[in-house]
Structures are given as structure tokens and as C-alpha cells.
């Protein structure tokens, strides 16, 4: 499996942005798919959750309300909007896949993901 994320720029606060994560191969459409993020010198944040089929979704508490998390199926892509954006979201976002079906808050920890994603920046000026 392989995860493409794209969509990141500058932005200035109070704009939104909407990143997207295209995700190839056999099992992709099982993933549950996630966003994360690193801004320098913190350590990885959980953003959002999509389980998959069945569904589910869940957010980070930074974000709730300011970001939704969606699924096109068909496309095989999970995307992030990001609404009132602040310079505090300004990291690079990583989009991160799980094969298998969990209680949501399993999703929340980076060390529990088979397959991630290359960085896309996001950069966000007062």
C-alpha cells in the first residue's frame, strides 16, 4: 500500500485548506486512514480519523470543529478540510493507513500504523 498526500500550502489565518490523501493498492479501501502532524521541535499530533468501511471518524482535540475528515471511496482518497486556520496548525501533515477495524481511540497513537505517507507542508502566517 502506498500513500500519496498533496494539498498543502501557505495559507494566511483564518483561511482553510484542503489536503488529500490518495491511497494504492490491494487492501487501501480496508485502511483506516489518519492525519497527523509535526510542527518543529514537537513531537507527532494525531489530527483525524477515518475507519473505513463502516465508518467512524474522530478528531484531535486542537482541531474539533475546524477540521473534517471525509472518504470518497471510489477514488480511494481520504480528504482533510481545514477551516479557520491558525498559525498554531502550521506543521507538516502526514497522512498514515491501518489495515484492520478498531475502536477509534486505537487510531489516535502514530505507533499503531502500517503505512505512511510523505509530508505535506503546511505553513499558516498571521
Known amino acids: 500500500v502506498q500513500l500519496q498526500a498533496s494539498g498543502g500550502g501557505l495559507v494566511q489565518a483564518g483561511g482553510s485548506l484542503r489536503l488529500s490523501c490518495a491511497a494504492s493498492g490491494r487492501t487501501a479501501s480496508n485502511l483506516g486512514i489518519a492525519w497527523f502532524r509535526q510542527a518543529p521541535g514537537k513531537e507527532r499530533e494525531f489530527v483525524a480519523v477515518?475507519?473505513?468501511?463502516?465508518?467512524?471518524?474522530s478528531y484531535g482535540g486542537s482541531v474539533r470543529g475546524r477540521f473534517t475528515i471525509s472518504r470518497d471511496n471510489a477514488k480511494n482518497t481520504v480528504a482533510l478540510q481545514m477551516n479557520s486556520l491558525n498559525p498554531e496548525d502550521t506543521a507538516v501533515y502526514f497522512c498514515?493507513?491501518?489495515?484492520?477495524?478498531?475502536?477509534?481511540?486505537?487510531?489516535?497513537?502514530?505507533?499503531?500504523?502500517?503505512?505512511w505517507g510523505q509530508g505535506t507542508q503546511v505553513t499558516v502566517s498571521s
Open positions: 477515518h475507519r473505513g468501511s463502516g465508518g467512524g471518524t
Open positions: 498514515a493507513g491501518k489495515s484492520g477495524r478498531f475502536a477509534l481511540s486505537y487510531y489516535w497513537s502514530s505507533e499503531n500504523y502500517d503505512y
